[in-house]
């Protein structure tokens, strides 16, 4: 097993769900999309001060950063009630702060030491590309169905107005499809010099540094 990435997203099945509100959760959660719309704005031009920040210091300022977390943490919470994976029924909280009992989670700390800087840090951008081609493709954003997660998570939410269940496969599974392009919008937001995995972390918890590789979704444990 691999060291654990600095960005750690972790969501949980909130059961039970209701079979039918997932329809509307995206109407509910119009406030919510208004504000973040504003804040992604601030998000882009505090990226581009970081940028140059981190051009001649090599640090991205402290208080650029936790604003940044504050804003992914805040999108995750409304993609798991709303447009993701649709995993809890409760309306997430306007707050850029972490907030512990609920059931979707997104925590990064500030990075020690100084990261790239110069024109290392140029070439960043290029080296991601084959990561921004993967995460586009594999959650597309805001849980677009066109996506490989608005594919898994379509699936889910039919099976849950059928049967009345969320099957904890499927969860697990496009958990991990987000986490994968989660990471890949931090790397891309020049928040950590940790290139993101070439690899699918599922589960509702992140992988456990040192221990065993993460069982495949629906896997029975040995």
Same mark, same amino acid.
């Given at each position: 097993m691999t060291d654990r990435h600095p960005l750690v997203l972790e969501a949980r099945l909130d059961e039970p769900l209701s079979r039918w509100l997932w329809i509307v959760k995206w109407v509910l959660a119009i406030p919510h999309f208004v504000v973040l719309i504003?804040?992604?704005?601030?998000?882009?031009?505090?990226?581009?001060?970081?940028?140059?920040?981190?051009?001649?210091?090599?640090?991205? =300022?402290?208080?650029?950063?936790?604003?940044?977390?504050?804003?992914?943490?805040?999108?995750?919470?409304?993609?798991?009630?709303?447009?993701?994976?649709?995993?809890?029924?409760?309306?997430? =909280?306007?707050?850029?702060?972490?907030? =512990?009992?609920?059931?979707?989670?997104?925590?990064?700390?500030?990075?020690?030491? =100084?990261?790239?800087?110069?024109?290392?840090?140029?070439?960043w951008w290029l080296l991601g590309i084959p990561q921004y081609v993967i995460a586009g493709l594999i959650a597309g954003g805001w849980g677009a169905q066109a996506s490989v997660a608005g594919i898994v998570v379509l699936v889910a939410v039919v099976l849950l107005a059928v049967t009345g269940t969320y099957r904890p496969a499927l969860f697990e599974l496009v958990i991990g499809l987000n986490r994968w392009a989660m990471r890949t919008t931090a790397y891309a937001a020049l928040m950590t010099d940790v290139y993101?995995?070439?690899?699918?972390?599922?589960?509702?918890?992140?992988?456990?540094?040192?221990?065993?590789?993460?069982?495949?979704?629906?896997?029975?444990?040995a």
């Open positions: 504003g804040l992604w704005i601030a998000f882009a031009v505090v990226t581009l001060v970081a940028f140059v920040a981190r051009l001649f210091t090599g640090r991205y =300022p402290r208080g650029m950063f936790e604003f940044t977390v504050g804003v992914l943490r805040w999108t995750w919470r409304v993609q798991a009630y709303a447009c993701g994976p649709l995993s809890t029924d409760r309306y997430p =909280p306007f707050t850029l702060a972490d907030v =512990p009992d609920y059931p979707a989670r997104l925590r990064m700390e500030y990075p020690e030491g =100084p990261g790239r800087r110069g024109l290392p840090l140029i070439g993101p995995p070439f690899r699918l972390d599922p589960g509702g918890m992140e992988p456990v540094p040192g221990g065993p590789a993460p069982m495949p979704p629906g896997a029975a444990p």
